[in-house]
Every structure is written in structure tokens, then in C-alpha cells.
């Protein structure tokens, strides 16, 4: 048995919030941040928890595969920016929208998370077990960023989307390979300081700025540049396809730079490769959902596409998943 997105849907908040919005803030320019990333805007929700992001796309996906809150059987959300340390966000999303007989857990994957927890979601479904997943996956960014350092804060945005995942004896379709890597030896390169057991909140951990992002983009760059590509050729060649038989590369959107260099290595032209970061920016485990939705809404992807989805994050992790998209065009 083999398991295949049913639905999506994908929402952002509505704030919207361009690079000159820093550049009256920091010391950077639109030009460097749209030169050395691909950002032109982003979106922000100052209010509101992850959860309040995620829901209206659960309710819409439920919706648009004919399903009620009561069906869903498992809840997976892949995040880093959930709601609270505990509960999961799984069960506070169960509770919003009334999902009574699912059971759920969150995933930290960080910019992997959604690659990570479609695969957890597939191989559950195809056990037999489990009957649909509502996978969703997302980050509200803007709550672990600091705002006054210039080399992160311009990097990320809030955002996220939400799949139903399902059975199908179509063996044309569905969730067909994946290559999933993790090397521990990147934390010290891009990590929260504190906040967790080994640095709880303090006054100190505070007035540190150390509940934020921390990155040394450098570095993260040339292995983000080596493990998205890699993956996503292994992924390729594994599975015998050429450029010619990819639809789409749906890859992590953190550096435009990096996509570029993925789709080379692939061997795709720019028009097999969806760009949506001069929009949002990274949204970290919302980027792929957020692609993938809007390519279904916007009527681009048809039944039997090879889509290869490709990440690369915290951790590290990184990873590519194989997908022959199993829904007719929207209507
Ligand atoms: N505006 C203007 N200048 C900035 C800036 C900003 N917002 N942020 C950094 N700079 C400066 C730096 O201070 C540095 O100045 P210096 O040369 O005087 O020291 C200069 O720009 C170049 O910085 P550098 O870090 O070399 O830039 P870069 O080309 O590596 O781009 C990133 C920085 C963060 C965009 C890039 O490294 C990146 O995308 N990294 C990986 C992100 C990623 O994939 N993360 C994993 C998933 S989250």
C-alpha cells in the first residue's frame, strides 16, 4: 500500500512587511537583502500562536477532500514555533478544530520538518494503521528572531500549510522515495542559545538575546549548497529519471542561491523550479507546503507529476523526497 496527498492548503498572516520596512530599522539595504537571498517581502503575525496560522489551513484541506475534524485519525505538525514547549501544537490544533478521535505529536525537524514528517505520515498511513494524517507544517518565525541582528532577522517570515495524507492502491501515484540525512555536528552553526533544558529561560538567557535564532550563515551556506543538492541528484538517479522527467523541484526556500545551485545539479531549467521566497522568505517546516499549495491552486501540477521536494536545515538535516502528485487539476 502506498500513501498520497489527498489535500492541501497553506495560509500566511496578513501583514505584509518589504525590505525597506528594515532598512529604516537596521543597517542594510533592499538591494543586498534581494542580491544576497532572493527576498523582496516577507509576512508576520505579531499576535497569535503557530496553531492560529495553522488552523485555517487544516479546516480548508479537511474541507476540500470532503472530510470532517471528527475523521481525522493522527495529527502531525512539523514546526520548531509551536504554540508552547508543551502541550504539542498536535493537540491544540486538535482542539481548535474539533479533531476529537485523533491522537498527534509535533515534530522538530526545523527546516526539514516537513520533509521529515511527510515521510513519518506516509510510512504510518502505509502500515496500515492509520487511515489519514492531517499533516501540518509551518513556523511563526517572527518569534524567534531578533530583530536587531541584520545577518537573520531579514531571512525569515511566518507561514505554513496542511496535507491530508492517505492509502491509495494507484500504483502510479504517491509518495515513492526518499533520501532523509542529519549530521548533529551542525548545531553549534544554527540553533536557539536558550530556552531549552540545557539553557532555561533566565534573566540572563533574556537580556542576552539568546531565545532567537542564531546562525552562522556562512557556513550553514556551503553545507546547505552541498546536502540539497546531493540529495535531491541521489534521489534522482535512484529512482532512473532525467531533468526531462521532473515536473518540479519544490525545494526549502532559505537563499535563492542555494535553489540555483540545486536545479543545476539536477540539470533544470528555472521554469521546473518553484520560487516562492522573494514573497515570504523562509518560513522554515511552511516553505514546501506553502510551494506545493500554491502550484495546485495556481493549476500547475497535474496527476502523475514527478515532484522532487528538497531541504536543507538546522540540525543539520536535510533530505529529498519523491512525489507523483495523484490530484487532478484544481477546479
Ligand atoms: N544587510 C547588509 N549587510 C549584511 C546583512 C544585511 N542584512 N547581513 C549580513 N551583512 C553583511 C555581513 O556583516 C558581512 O559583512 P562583512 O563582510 O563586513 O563582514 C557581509 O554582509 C557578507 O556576509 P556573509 O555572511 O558573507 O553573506 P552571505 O553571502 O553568506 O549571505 C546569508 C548571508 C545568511 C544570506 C547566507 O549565508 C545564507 O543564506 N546562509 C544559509 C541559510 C540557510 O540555508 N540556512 C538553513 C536553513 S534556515
Same mark, same amino acid.
Given at each position: 500500500m502506498r500513501a498520497t496527498i489527498t489535500a492541501i492548503a497553506h495560509h500566511v498572516p496578513e501583514a505584509v512587511f518589504d525590505n525597506h520596512w528594515f532598512e529604516s530599522r537596521l543597517d542594510t539595504t533592499? @538591494?543586498?537583502?534581494q542580491s544576497r537571498t532572493g527576498i523582496r517581502e516577507r509576512h508576520f503575525a505579531?499576535?497569535?500562536g503557530l496553531s492560529d496560522i495553522l488552523v485555517p489551513s487544516a479546516l480548508e484541506a479537511l474541507s476540500r477532500r $470532503?472530510?470532517?475534524?471528527?475523521?481525522?485519525?493522527?495529527?502531525?505538525?512539523?514546526?520548531?514555533? $509551536?504554540?508552547r514547549v508543551f502541550p504539542s501544537t498536535a493537540s491544540i490544533i486538535q482542539n481548535k478544530i474539533g479533531a476529537v478521535n485523533?491522537?498527534?505529536?509535533?515534530l522538530a525537524g526545523a527546516c526539514s520538518g516537513f520533509l521529515y514528517a511527510l515521510i513519518t505520515a506516509a510510512k504510518m498511513v502505509e502500515s496500515g494503521t492509520i487511515k489519514n494524517v492531517l499533516l501540518c507544517s509551518g513556523d511563526k518565525m517572527s518569534a524567534i528572531t531578533n530583530f536587531e541582528d541584520r545577518s537573520t532577522c531579514v531571512l525569515?517570515?511566518? *507561514?505554513?500549510?496542511?496535507?491530508?495524507?492517505?492509502?491509495?492502491?494507484?500504483?502510479s501515484i504517491g509518495i515513492i522515495d526518499y533520501v532523509l540525512k542529519m549530521d548533529g555536528r551542525g548545531e553549534p552553526h544554527l540553533h536557539q542559545k536558550a530556552g531549552g533544558s540545557l539553557r532555561p529561560p533566565s534573566i540572563e538567557t533574556?537580556?542576552?538575546? @539568546?531565545?532567537?535564532?542564531?546562525?552562522?550563515?556562512?557556513?550553514?551556506?556551503?553545507?546547505?549548497?552541498?546536502?540539497?543538492?546531493?540529495?535531491?541528484?541521489?534521489?534522482?538517479?535512484?529512482? $532512473?529519471? @532525467?531533468?526531462?522527467? !521532473?515536473?518540479?523541484l519544490i525545494p526549502h526556500q532559505a537563499n535563492l542561491r542555494i535553489i540555483? %545551485? +540545486? %536545479?543545476?545539479?539536477?540539470?533544470? +531549467?528555472?521554469?521546473?523550479?518553484?520560487?516562492?521566497?522573494?514573497?515570504?522568505?523562509?518560513?522554515?517546516? *511552511?516553505? !514546501?507546503?506553502?510551494?506545493?499549495?500554491?502550484?495546485?491552486?495556481?493549476?500547475?501540477?497535474?496527476?502523475?507529476? %514527478?515532484?522532487?521536494?528538497s531541504s536543507f536545515g538546522a540540525g543539520y538535516t536535510w533530505g529529498a523526497i519523491l512525489v507523483r502528485w495523484g490530484l487532478e487539476k484544481m477546479q
Amino acid at each position: 500500500m502506498r500513501a498520497t496527498i489527498t489535500a492541501i492548503a497553506h495560509h500566511v498572516p496578513e501583514a505584509v512587511f518589504d525590505n525597506h520596512w528594515f532598512e529604516s530599522r537596521l543597517d542594510t539595504t533592499d @538591494e543586498w537583502i534581494q542580491s544576497r537571498t532572493g527576498i523582496r517581502e516577507r509576512h508576520f503575525a505579531f499576535e497569535g500562536g503557530l496553531s492560529d496560522i495553522l488552523v485555517p489551513s487544516a479546516l480548508e484541506a479537511l474541507s476540500r477532500r $470532503g472530510l470532517r475534524p471528527e475523521d481525522v485519525e493522527l495529527i502531525i505538525v512539523a514546526t520548531v514555533t $509551536g504554540d508552547r514547549v508543551f502541550p504539542s501544537t498536535a493537540s491544540i490544533i486538535q482542539n481548535k478544530i474539533g479533531a476529537v478521535n485523533a491522537w498527534g505529536f509535533d515534530l522538530a525537524g526545523a527546516c526539514s520538518g516537513f520533509l521529515y514528517a511527510l515521510i513519518t505520515a506516509a510510512k504510518m498511513v502505509e502500515s496500515g494503521t492509520i487511515k489519514n494524517v492531517l499533516l501540518c507544517s509551518g513556523d511563526k518565525m517572527s518569534a524567534i528572531t531578533n530583530f536587531e541582528d541584520r545577518s537573520t532577522c531579514v531571512l525569515f517570515g511566518d *507561514g505554513g500549510g496542511c496535507l491530508v495524507i492517505e492509502p491509495t492502491d494507484d500504483n502510479s501515484i504517491g509518495i515513492i522515495d526518499y533520501v532523509l540525512k542529519m549530521d548533529g555536528r551542525g548545531e553549534p552553526h544554527l540553533h536557539q542559545k536558550a530556552g531549552g533544558s540545557l539553557r532555561p529561560p533566565s534573566i540572563e538567557t533574556v537580556t542576552n538575546r @539568546e531565545h532567537f535564532v542564531y546562525q552562522d550563515g556562512k557556513t550553514v551556506f556551503k553545507s546547505a549548497v552541498i546536502g540539497m543538492a546531493d540529495a535531491s541528484h541521489e534521489i534522482m538517479v535512484r529512482n $532512473g529519471l @532525467e531533468a526531462k522527467d !521532473i515536473a518540479w523541484l519544490i525545494p526549502h526556500q532559505a537563499n535563492l542561491r542555494i535553489i540555483d %545551485a +540545486t %536545479a543545476q545539479r539536477m540539470g533544470l +531549467t528555472k521554469d521546473k523550479v518553484m520560487v516562492n521566497i522573494d514573497r515570504y522568505g523562509n518560513t522554515t517546516a *511552511g516553505t !514546501i507546503p506553502i510551494c506545493i499549495s500554491e502550484l495546485y491552486e495556481q493549476r500547475k501540477i497535474q496527476k502523475g507529476d %514527478a515532484l522532487v521536494l528538497s531541504s536543507f536545515g538546522a540540525g543539520y538535516t536535510w533530505g529529498a523526497i519523491l512525489v507523483r502528485w495523484g490530484l487532478e487539476k484544481m477546479q
